[in-house]
């Protein structure tokens, strides 16, 4: 607390360091609170203070750095040595940070962080940085299919992750099929990434939670970053509105295919094949600091996507088209009642929808033909978050929260010009209620007790499921350099996304829980120890961390149904009873990651690897036979470089290997005997029709899928003043053919008839990678 | 050429290929089996082998073959050949009496096996209550193995009774076309509203059939693998239109794939009602 005695005064005195190149940084800037005055460092980076006692804090927000936060309670004489980030060597920093590397032993196995300067050191698909491929290269986590940007963590399924934008959950994490991800790199601040250990506020989803912070507006300074891509535009904006009280920053992403879309003019309709996509994002934030402790900020991030197809056979317009758009607000409120207490409250909205479409239209007389499936999904929620800090020892985290949903998990709209159909599926109502209770307790030195308790109430008036979900973590460390880590966590997910579970494309539907289907839960155990070693300026780490989860009420497709035919097929009444078309089951994936670290000055190197395996049983399914989870990605290799090539110029190769995942591919496939239905037609086999016979669910592996990215990444200062960025890059080196996805096609013999082949489609030869980003 | 950009730019992100890679199928060939039995009808059995693109197709993969079927009197009915070189079997000598309720044995005795499947014929057999067929007049013209066909645009309104057994399954055809189907009918009507009729006919059979659960999982089957076409010179219908699930199984035959079901069909005549001239 700020009790200060103004009879005693002590002295801070200290020095600011690259933690790069060790070299002093003169002149930065340190804001001290609560006094909130700014003082810069001398020419050789050292400042001094004398103060009264008390508690106080240091702020350096010094561009190219990451900002730092430094809280103490000074009681005496105190030398501080402060190390900034710089981009090469850059790890997370949460908080109070005086050391030249964050030490694999200082967090629990089970979670990884990347902070924006790692981010931007990785390479990148096309020039395009994601946070999710990020993670995606560390151990335990995977992604569904190459260049996707999502995430498949210990087993589970991309749609039990928790993907949280500012706090916000987020049903829809994809630009343009997976190519990139709905978080813009240019606004991430942070983000964390929970395999297990999962503190008691997140929970929703079964596998895994990602928080991603984005930079808050900085309330002084105007500034910007504008960056180009092969495959998109962005830009983001800080503008202080009133000094040091009221900021907004906006940034924005755009394809450049949506460009050239608008800067093409109108093609005429009658005339060939013509492609049209697009997808953009934007996020705004208004920040307004009301007083020290008082701050709003006010929220909205919008993203859509959009693939057009037309085609003009004859007479006819074909028209495909798939759209989907997310929106959500939310306004936050922030109050610290003291240094041992907090609060935040969070005030939501959020929208998703969905649109996959077909017609066909007559251009002479205008009859046309529409098949349409529309999703819409809107919720509205209030979170309410408390810290309290009692004692060095102890800390206290509570909070609750209520959602809302209202889901129509699909419409069809079936429309010609002698009928006329509209099929809805039922619209639901649910209300989810949330409330948690954990603590830290400090029980002995770098001894740290994590218990906490999270109540969970979901349904409507037809159904209601009550959950308690304990959660305990441990994480001790021991000489400094050798650490433990333990949890046990259950987690539930109310809103289930199930995706095609067989061939082609893995289109995905939302459904909530229903009297039918009950929630998903998981029970996840982790128990891990890393060790950091340093010698003669040069740093190793080494991560293990074993895991084990339990997976229950997983929901899949029942034979013959997927996200497209089960509403489209299926009898018009059928798409109101789930139960028909969906089935719950059980899973289970255990496995061991490894993570090593090698640092030395000018060189870094990063592996990961995770040995594991995954499966479920469902009693509709498989004749109810155990069979392999489509995540049962059994190996999987991620080897990260990079290299300082000089003060400018740096060199970064990532390579990446996985084994194959199971998909379900025919056993047998037969001529059809009989083009028609009655017994006496069977006729000899024509060449033409065959049919296929499914003994085994995922009885097949696809190929391994390996490549190799590198990238050239230079530093300058453009047009004099700006700090600009320049990557330049390899995609997939070796111009491997990975599998993107399998499908049955024909191939015709000779005698003009076809025979059925398997085939795979890679989307990503060999490419090129270009970025430029320019801050100002 | 400014047409051309966004569709080569689109085209160069899915520069990417197909690649054909080494099938489960093209494994060691197991028998093939498809019969149908329905009373009233001759009883036919086709048996083949699962392809293999390594392996030459055969008319008749299975010489020595012998066929027989019998029902609960537990007399074995032999099935002899259609034609020397044909790979059906038919009971020629109708021997075999099929009956609604009944269980079916299917045997087939190869060089080194023997193939083993039954039926129970439907006895919840589902029947036409009534049937209308009604036209204004208005014609369209259709190919039909490969002649052009006059038809009149009509309305077809048909409704029916019964309640066949769950898991079972029924189908409406009207010249040797497949009209209709589903499993357990929540609506005991069926409407085309537009359904062609050539004009040169003035009353046409349709057939209400109910089919045994295998059958109508093998017709669940089949047509999801219609909708399977030839994607590989249109990657845009390969990702929205390719089937993502899973196919049911529908084999009940024993050292062997295919389908041994049942049908009972109820036919009746419908007289087009055409305006009056």
């Known amino acids: 607390m700020n009790a200060q005695n103004p009879e005693i005064r002590y002295k801070v005195h200290g020095q600011i360091l690259d933690s790069r190149t060790g070299k002093e940084l003169k002149r930065i800037p340190i804001t001290v609170f609560p006094f909130n005055k700014v003082v810069d460092t001398d020419n050789k980076g050292r400042f001094l203070f004398s103060m009264p006692p008390g508690d106080y804090k240091f702020r350096i927000d010094y561009a190219p750095f990451d900002k730092k936060e430094i809280a103490f309670n000074l009681k005496s004489d105190t030398v501080m040595v402060i190390e900034l980030r710089s981009p090469f060597t850059s790890q997370y920093l949460e908080g109070v940070e005086i050391t030249a590397f964050r030490k694999a032993t200082e967090i629990p196995t089970a979670i990884r962080q990347i902070d924006n300067l790692q981010l931007k050191a990785l390479p990148a698909l096309i020039g395009e940085r994601d946070i999710l491929k990020a993670f995606s290269l560390t151990a335990g986590v995977t992604a569904s299919s190459e260049g996707a940007a999502d995430m498949q963590v210990r087993g589970g399924l991309h749609g039990q992750n928790l993907y949280l934008l500012d706090g916000i959950p987020l049903y829809s994490t994809e630009h343009f ?23 008691a506020e997140y929970g929703g989803k079964i596998s895994s939670v990602i928080n991603v912070q984005t930079q808050d507006a900085d309330l002084k300074k105007f500034k910007g970053e504008a960056e180009i891509s092969l495959l998109t535009s962005k830009i983001m904006l800080n503008i202080p509105v009133v000094n040091d009280k009221l900021a907004l920053s906006v940034a924005g992403r755009l394809s450049n295919y949506s460009l050239i879309n608008l800067i093409s003019p109108i093609i005429p309709q009658n005339i060939g094949t013509r492609f049209s996509f697009h997808f ?14 008082d701050k709003l900020k006010l929220s909205f991030f919008s993203n859509t996507d959009g693939i057009d197809v037309q085609n003009k056979m004859d007479n006819d317009l074909n028209k495909v088209w798939i759209k989907n758009k997310q929106q959500n607000g939310g306004l936050n409120w922030y109050k610290t009642f003291s240094e041992k207490a907090e609060n935040h409250v969070l005030v939501y909205a959020d929208n998703y929808g969905y649109d996959f479409g077909n017609s066909v239209q007559n251009v002479i007389t205008s009859k046309k033909q529409i098949i349409q499936i529309l999703t819409d999904i809107h919720s509205e929620g209030i979170v309410e978050k408390f810290r309290y800090i009692p004692s060095d020892k102890l800390n206290f985290n509570t909070g609750f929260s209520v959602k809302t949903f209202g889901f129509t998990p699909y419409q069809i709209n079936q429309n010609d010009s002698d009928l006329n159909t509209k099929k809805t599926s039922t619209q639901t109502q649910l209300t989810e209620g949330i409330a948690y209770l954990e603590g830290d307790y400090k029980f002995a030195r770098q001894q740290n007790l994590s218990l906490g308790l999270r109540f969970n109430s979901v349904g409507n008036q037809e159904k209601i499921y009550n959950n308690l979900e304990p959660r305990i973590g441990y994480h001790g460390i021991f000489k400094n350099d050798f650490s433990l880590s333990a949890s046990i966590g259950k987690m539930t997910q109310p809103i289930h996304r199930v995706a095609n579970s067989g061939l082609g494309f893995p289109f995905e539907m939302f459904f909530p829980t229903s009297t039918y289907l009950l929630p998903e839960s998981s029970w996840n155990f982790s128990l891990g120890c890393a060790k950091d070693f340093d010698w003669n300026k040069r740093n190793f780490s080494i991560k293990v961390d074993a895991w084990y989860k339990t997976m229950n009420n997983i929901v899949e497709f029942q034979d013959g149904y997927d996200a497209v035919f089960s509403t489209i097929i299926a009898p018009q009444n059928t798409i109101l009873d789930t139960k028909k078309y969906l089935t719950q089951g059980n899973g289970k994936a255990y496995g061991i990651d490894f993570s090593a670290n090698y640092n030395v000055k000018n060189w870094s190197l990063t592996a990961d690897y995770t040995l594991m395996k995954a499966e479920c049983q469902f009693d509709q399914l498989n004749n109810g036979r155990p069979f392999a989870a489509s995540t049962d990605i059994r190996n999987s290799i991620s080897l990260t470089s990079q290299l300082k090539l000089s003060e400018s110029w740096s060199f970064s190769a990532t390579w990446q290997f996985n084994s194959g995942k199971p998909i379900t591919v025919p056993t047998y496939i037969f001529a059809n005997p009989v083009s028609n239905l009655k017994p006496d037609q069977v006729s000899d086999y024509d060449g033409t029709l065959y049919q296929r ?84 | ?113 023997i193939i083993h499947a039954q039926t129970t014929v439907p006895s919840n057999q589902l ?99 219609s909708l399977q076409s030839d994607y590989s010179a249109n990657m845009v219908s390969a990702i929205t239109q390719t089937f ?24 009746r005549r419908v007289k087009l009602i055409k305006p009056v001239e």
């Open chain 1, 177 to 199: 099929f997976g190519l990139v991800s709905v978080y813009n790199p240019t606004i991430i601040k942070s983000a964390k990434l929970y395999k297990a250990d999962f503190p």
């Open chain 1, 280 to 293: 953009g994002d934007i996020n705004t934030s208004l920040n307004w600091k009301i007083s020290e402790k």
């Open chain 1, 693 to 776: 016979v499914i003994t085994q669910r995922n009885n097949y592996r696809t190929k391994p899928f390996h490549k190799l990215d590198i990238s050239f990444t230079h530093n300058y200062k453009a047009f004099k003043h700006y700090n600009a960025t320049i990557s330049l890059g390899v995609y997939n080196v070796y111009n491997n053919a990975n599998p993107f996805m399998y499908y049955i096609d024909g191939v015709q013999n000779p005698n003009k008839t076809y025979k059925p082949v398997l085939k795979y489609m890679s989307l990503f030869p060999i490419l090129p990678s270009f970025n430029w980003s320019l801050k100002f």
């Open chain 2, 1 to 113: 050429m400014k047409r051309i950009i966004p569709f080569f730019l689109f085209i160069s992100s899915f520069y990417g290929c197909s690649h054909i890679v080494d099938a489960p199928w093209n494994n060691t060939p197991v028998p093939v089996v498809y019969s149908i039995i329905s009373p009233n009808e001759i009883t036919q059995v086709y048996l083949n082998k699962t392809y293999n693109s390594n392996l030459p197709i055969e008319k008749s993969p299975y010489p020595q073959a012998k066929v027989f079927i019998c029902g609960v009197d537990s007399n074995w009915v032999e099935l002899s050949r259609l034609q020397a070189d044909t790979c059906i079997f038919e009971d020629k000598q109708q021997l075999l009496k099929v009956e609604k309720g009944k269980t079916y044995y299917l045997k087939i005795e190869l060089d080194n096996s």
């Open chain 2, 127 to 225: 029947t036409i209550k009534d049937v209308n067929c009604v036209t204004d007049g208005t014609t369209n013209n259709s190919l039909v193995n490969g002649q052009i066909v006059k038809n009149y645009v009509c309305r077809l309104d048909l409704s029916f009774e019964g309640t066949p057994k769950t898991d079972s399954g029924f189908f409406i055809s009207a010249f040797s076309q497949h009209l209709y189907g589903s499993t357990n009918p929540d609506q005991q009507n069926f409407l085309a509203p537009v359904f062609y009729c050539p004009t040169d006919t003035s009353s046409f059979e349709i057939s209400l059939t109910t089919i045994d659960p295998y059958f109508s999982k093998y017709l669940n089957a089949q047509s999801i693998n």
């Open chain 2, 244 to 267: 993502g699930g899973v196919l049911p199984p529908f084999s009940n035959i024993e050292n062997g794939v295919g389908l041994f079901g049942s049908s009972v069909t109820d036919n």
